[in-house]
């Protein structure tokens, strides 16, 4: 449940560069958001939108050299009700919260277990490092953890490695590792991209049941508007490394605010496409035309503007302003509210 007004995490004007030879790499450019307590924020953009580097900022993974945050506050009550700024902590504070009151799914659970370590040793560390406990009860916290996660004889698979289970085993196992603290808030970074539909959806379902039982909070981040759908309550579009659209996840998905999420919405398939008339066309998915621009190279204006067909010679002259178009649904468009009157003249049609 939401806690309204309670906020768990506040980002603010948030920047994180990667310095290259090439050039300077404004992978997150000025963006703000915040999480409740309880609340799941989904945040949604195709890939090189910023989404990743904006969570490991958040976690202070982003690598230095060649990434560094150089503008912005992140703003963390923990546990104990104390308010941080996690980019003025040292590393060894940042080490205290990370993994206990902050947790995060990472997208690849192969990539981010140890394959010569049981799975079982892996979130027992974790309790060992942040609750001080010693290595049997570290482990029967992990069997506890991998029962709670729903993974069968759990037993027996605390003391198996990694290649012994499958992917959505796998993922159950990052999952647990995540919650083995009890954390506050969950970044889960696209955790259900590898699995197939069936998995996904018994991920998802796990999730939800483990939100309402602990309360946490959920940073969830992903290029899926259908989990959007079933997962969020409020959701944030991203762009260029910008947040383009903010505002409840119903208001977004009927009315949107911003071509690019339009545009996002428009490439679902739904079931109407697959009802086929005989003798008539089939319906074609709809593609936002272009690439997602070279972050090297962004266009002065809207990052948006060279894909957008509403797109007018001012949308390139400055960066828009992220505003309230009403009721806390923000969005970076000069050209918002005509946009809105050409989609309901759509939808009327």
């Given at each position: 449940m939401?806690?309204?007004?309670?906020?768990?995490?506040?980002?603010?004007?948030?920047?994180?560069?990667?310095?290259?030879?090439?050039?300077?790499?404004?992978?997150?450019?000025?963006?703000?958001?915040?999480?409740?307590k309880?609340?799941?924020?989904?945040?949604?953009?195709?890939?090189?939108?910023?989404?990743?580097?904006?969570?490991?900022?958040?976690?202070?993974?982003?690598?230095?050299?060649?990434?560094?945050?150089?503008?912005?506050?992140?703003?963390?009550?923990?546990?104990?009700?104390?308010?941080?700024?996690?980019?003025?902590l040292?590393?060894?504070?940042?080490?205290?919260?990370?993994?206990?009151?902050?947790?995060?799914?990472?997208?690849?659970?192969?990539?981010?277990?140890?394959?010569?370590?049981?799975?079982?040793?892996?979130?027992?560390?974790?309790?060992?490092?942040?609750?001080?406990?010693?290595?049997?009860?570290?482990?029967?916290?992990?069997?506890?953890?991998?029962?709670?996660?729903?993974?069968?004889?759990?037993?027996?698979?605390?003391?198996?490695?990694?290649?012994?289970?499958?992917?959505?085993?796998r993922?159950?196992?990052?999952?647990a590792?995540?919650?083995?603290?009890?954390?506050?808030?969950?970044?889960?970074?696209?955790?259900?991209?590898?699995?197939?539909?069936?998995?996904?959806?018994?991920?998802?379902?796990?999730?939800?049941?483990?939100?309402?039982?602990?309360?946490?909070?959920?940073?969830?981040?992903?290029h899926?508007?259908?989990?959007?759908?079933?997962?969020?309550d409020?959701?944030?579009?991203?762009?260029?490394?910008?947040?383009?659209?903010?505002g409840?996840?119903?208001?977004?998905?009927?009315?949107?605010?911003?071509?690019?999420?339009?545009?996002?919405?428009?490439?679902?398939?739904?079931?109407?496409?697959?009802?086929?008339?005989?003798?008539?066309p089939?319906?074609?998915?709809?593609?936002?035309?272009?690439?997602?621009?070279?972050?090297?190279?962004?266009?002065?204006?809207?990052?948006?503007?060279?894909?957008?067909?509403?797109?007018?010679?001012?949308?390139?002259d400055?960066?828009?302003?992220?505003?309230?178009?009403g009721?806390?649904?923000m969005?970076?468009?000069?050209?918002?509210?005509?946009?809105?009157?050409?989609?309901?003249?759509?939808?009327?049609?």
């Amino acid at each position: 449940m939401t806690h309204q007004g309670e906020v768990i995490l506040a980002v603010n004007n948030l920047k994180t560069y990667f310095y290259t030879d090439d050039g300077v790499v404004k992978s997150v450019d000025g963006v703000t958001f915040h999480i409740n307590k309880g609340e799941t924020l989904a945040v949604v953009g195709e890939s090189g939108s910023g989404k990743s580097v904006t969570s490991l900022s958040v976690m202070r993974l982003i690598p230095m050299p060649p990434g560094k945050i150089v503008e912005g506050e992140i703003l963390f009550t923990g546990s104990d009700n104390v308010q941080r700024d996690i980019t003025k902590l040292t590393e060894a504070d940042m080490r205290k919260i990370r993994g206990n009151d902050i947790a995060m799914i990472f997208q690849e659970p192969m990539t981010s277990l140890n394959p010569v370590y049981t799975v079982g040793d892996q979130i027992a560390e974790a309790v060992m490092l942040h609750q001080g406990k010693n290595k049997k009860d570290a482990l029967e916290v992990a069997t506890n953890m991998l029962r709670f996660v729903g993974i069968p004889a759990p037993e027996k698979r605390v003391h198996e490695f990694p290649h012994q289970m499958s992917g959505g085993m796998r993922q159950r196992v990052m999952i647990a590792m995540a919650l083995s603290c009890n954390p506050a808030l969950l970044i889960a970074d696209e955790p259900t991209t590898a699995l197939d539909v069936t998995i996904q959806a018994q991920i998802l379902d796990l999730m939800r049941k483990l939100q309402t039982d602990i309360g946490m909070s959920i940073l969830f981040i992903t290029h899926n508007l259908g989990v959007v759908a079933e997962m969020a309550d409020r959701v944030v579009v991203m762009y260029g490394g910008r947040v383009v659209e903010e505002g409840d996840v119903v208001p977004i998905f009927k009315a949107p605010r911003h071509p690019y999420t339009m545009g996002l919405l428009n490439s679902i398939p739904r079931p109407s496409d697959y009802e086929h008339v005989p003798g008539q066309p089939k319906p074609r998915l709809e593609a936002i035309p272009g690439n997602v621009p070279n972050p090297l190279s962004l266009p002065p204006g809207c990052a948006f503007e060279p894909r957008c067909k509403f797109a007018i010679p001012q949308c390139n002259d400055a960066v828009p302003p992220l505003e309230d178009t009403g009721h806390g649904h923000m969005s970076r468009c000069i050209r918002w509210q005509e946009f809105t009157k050409v989609q309901e003249e759509e939808v009327r049609a």
